[in-house]
C-alpha cells in the first residue's frame, strides 16, 4: 500500500534549542529501607533546590540507574510537569561511570553541571560555578563544595596555578572548620576528620575572583568539549576506584580542578539531617518514614522464593532493622 500523505514535520521550520547548561542528575535507588530509606526525599529535596535556586536558562537531564518503581514513577510526574527535560530510565544499574558515559555523550549543551542525586544546591550556584571558568581559562572542572583533603590527582593543578601568569596561590587553612565537619557528616567519615582538618588550602585568585584547588565526583560542573574527549571512561565496578579515570584524565591534561570560594552546594548523604538543618537556617520538613519498595526480582537467581512477596517484604524489613541498630547513633 502506497504512502498516505507527507510527514506534517517537514513543514515545521523551528526547532527547541538547547540551553547553554545541561544539568544533569544521577539517581539509584532501588529500594526504601536500611542505607535508601530516605532516599527519595533526599532525591525530592535535591530537586526542588535545583529548580528554586538556578539563575542561569539550563535543561535539566534525570538519569536513573535502576530505581525502585516508586522512584522511577516520582521521576515521571516530574518530567510530565515540565521539571525534567530530558528523563532516562535505565532497566539495570549500569555503575556511576557507565552512566557518566552515556550522560556526557548525550548531554547537549556546552556546559554539563552534573550531581549526584543528594546534592543541595544554594541560590547562584550555577552563576558562581561558569564565573570560576570565566576568570581561569585553564579550568577543567569546578565544584560547588571547597574541600579540605588529600591531593591526589591535584598535584598537576598546583604546579600549573604558580606558572599561570595573573594568578596568585595562597597556602593556608581558609576553608571554614563548620563545611569541614559537615561534610565529614554526610559522608560518615568522623574518623578522618582530624587528618582533614590539619591539612592546608589552596586559594587561587584571578581576575578579582577566587577558587580553592580541590575536585569531587559528586557535583561539579565541566565543559562538553573537554570531558567528552576522554570517553568512554573504563568501568567494571557499580563505585568506587574506576572514578579516578576521570580525575586521571583531567589532572593529566594540566587543566585545573577548582572549587568555588563560598560554599553554593551541599552534599546531603543518604538521610536528612535535621541537626544540618538547623546550623544552616533552612525550613525543610523531616519525615521519618518510608514505606517498602514493591519491586519485582530480576530473573535468573533471584528468583524461586525470594520473589515471594511475604519472604522479601520480610527480609528487607529485617535489613532495614539491621541497618538502622548499627547505625543509630548517627540517625
Given at each position: 500500500?502506497?504512502?498516505?500523505?507527507?510527514?506534517?514535520?517537514?513543514?515545521?521550520?523551528?526547532?527547541?534549542?538547547?540551553?547553554?547548561?545541561?544539568?544533569?542528575?544521577?539517581?539509584?535507588?532501588?529500594?526504601?529501607?536500611?542505607?535508601y530509606r530516605q532516599s527519595l526525599e533526599v532525591l525530592?529535596?535535591?530537586?526542588?533546590?535545583?529548580?528554586?535556586?538556578?539563575?542561569?536558562?539550563?535543561?535539566?537531564?534525570?538519569?536513573?540507574?535502576?530505581?525502585?518503581?516508586?522512584?522511577?514513577?516520582?521521576?515521571?510526574?516530574?518530567?510530565?510537569?515540565?521539571?525534567?527535560?530530558?528523563?532516562?530510565?535505565?532497566?539495570?544499574?549500569?555503575?556511576?561511570?557507565?552512566?557518566?558515559?552515556?550522560?556526557?555523550?548525550?548531554?547537549?549543551?556546552?556546559?554539563?553541571?552534573?550531581?549526584?542525586?543528594?546534592?543541595?544546591?544554594?541560590?547562584?550556584?550555577?552563576?558562581?560555578?561558569?564565573?570560576?571558568?570565566?576568570?581561569?581559562?585553564?579550568?577543567?572542572?569546578?565544584?560547588?563544595?571547597?574541600?579540605?583533603?588529600?591531593?591526589?590527582?591535584?598535584?598537576?593543578?598546583?604546579?600549573?596555578?604558580?606558572?599561570?601568569?595573573?594568578?596568585?596561590?595562597?597556602?593556608?587553612?581558609?576553608?571554614?572548620?563548620?563545611?569541614?565537619?559537615?561534610?565529614?557528616?554526610?559522608?560518615?567519615?568522623?574518623?578522618?576528620?582530624?587528618?582533614?582538618?590539619?591539612?592546608?588550602?589552596?586559594?587561587l585568585t584571578s581576575n578579582g575572583v577566587k577558587a580553592?584547588?580541590?575536585?569531587?565526583?559528586?557535583?561539579?560542573?565541566?565543559?562538553?568539549?573537554?570531558?567528552?574527549?576522554?570517553?568512554?571512561?573504563?568501568?567494571?565496578?557499580?563505585?568506587?576506584?574506576?572514578?579516578?579515570?576521570?580525575?586521571?584524565?583531567?589532572?593529566?591534561?594540566?587543566?585545573?580542578?577548582?572549587?568555588?570560594?563560598?560554599?553554593?552546594?551541599?552534599?546531603?548523604?543518604?538521610?536528612?539531617?535535621?541537626?544540618?538543618?538547623?546550623?544552616?537556617?533552612?525550613?525543610?520538613?523531616?519525615?521519618?518514614?518510608?514505606?517498602?519498595?514493591?519491586?519485582?526480582?530480576?530473573?535468573?537467581?533471584?528468583?524461586?522464593?525470594?520473589?515471594?512477596?511475604?519472604?522479601r517484604r520480610a527480609l528487607l524489613a529485617l535489613y532495614?532493622?539491621?541497618?538502622?541498630?548499627?547505625?543509630?547513633?548517627?540517625?
Amino acid at each position: 500500500m502506497p504512502r498516505i500523505g507527507q510527514n506534517p514535520a517537514k513543514w515545521v521550520t523551528r526547532v527547541a534549542v538547547p540551553s547553554k547548561v545541561t544539568v544533569a542528575v544521577l539517581c539509584f535507588i532501588p529500594f526504601q529501607s536500611g542505607y535508601y530509606r530516605q532516599s527519595l526525599e533526599v532525591l525530592q529535596l535535591c530537586l526542588d533546590s535545583l529548580i528554586s535556586n538556578t539563575d542561569l536558562p539550563y535543561d535539566l537531564l534525570v538519569f536513573d540507574n535502576g530505581s525502585c518503581q516508586e522512584v522511577r514513577d516520582s521521576l515521571v510526574a516530574r518530567r510530565e510537569a515540565g521539571d525534567i527535560q530530558y528523563l532516562v530510565l535505565s532497566e539495570k544499574n549500569l555503575g556511576k561511570v557507565g552512566a557518566w558515559n552515556l550522560i556526557f555523550a548525550a548531554a547537549p549543551g556546552e556546559y554539563i553541571a552534573y550531581a549526584d542525586s543528594d546534592v543541595y544546591f544554594f541560590p547562584g550556584w550555577l552563576s558562581r560555578h561558569l564565573k570560576v571558568f570565566e576568570a581561569f581559562p585553564e579550568v577543567g572542572t569546578v565544584a560547588g563544595t571547597p574541600r579540605r583533603r588529600r591531593m591526589t590527582f591535584s598535584e598537576n593543578s598546583i604546579r600549573r596555578a604558580r606558572e599561570l601568569p595573573g594568578v596568585e596561590v595562597e597556602v593556608g587553612k581558609f576553608i571554614s572548620e563548620s563545611w569541614i565537619r559537615q561534610h565529614a557528616r554526610s559522608l560518615d567519615k568522623l574518623d578522618e576528620l582530624d587528618e582533614n582538618l590539619a591539612r592546608d588550602d589552596y586559594l587561587l585568585t584571578s581576575n578579582g575572583v577566587k577558587a580553592y584547588i580541590t575536585a569531587q565526583h559528586y557535583q561539579f560542573v565541566v565543559r562538553k568539549d573537554v570531558v567528552q574527549s576522554y570517553l568512554p571512561f573504563p568501568h567494571q565496578r557499580p563505585m568506587g576506584a574506576d572514578v579516578a579515570e576521570f580525575d586521571r584524565a583531567i589532572d593529566g591534561s594540566n587543566l585545573l580542578r577548582l572549587a568555588v570560594a563560598d560554599r553554593v552546594a551541599l552534599h546531603l548523604g543518604n538521610r536528612l539531617d535535621e541537626k544540618l538543618f538547623e546550623e544552616l537556617d533552612l525550613d525543610i520538613p523531616v519525615k521519618t518514614a518510608t514505606p517498602l519498595a514493591r519491586r519485582k526480582f530480576p530473573s535468573g537467581a533471584g528468583r524461586g522464593i525470594l520473589t515471594w512477596r511475604p519472604i522479601r517484604r520480610a527480609l528487607l524489613a529485617l535489613y532495614d532493622r539491621i541497618f538502622r541498630l548499627y547505625f543509630q547513633a548517627h540517625a
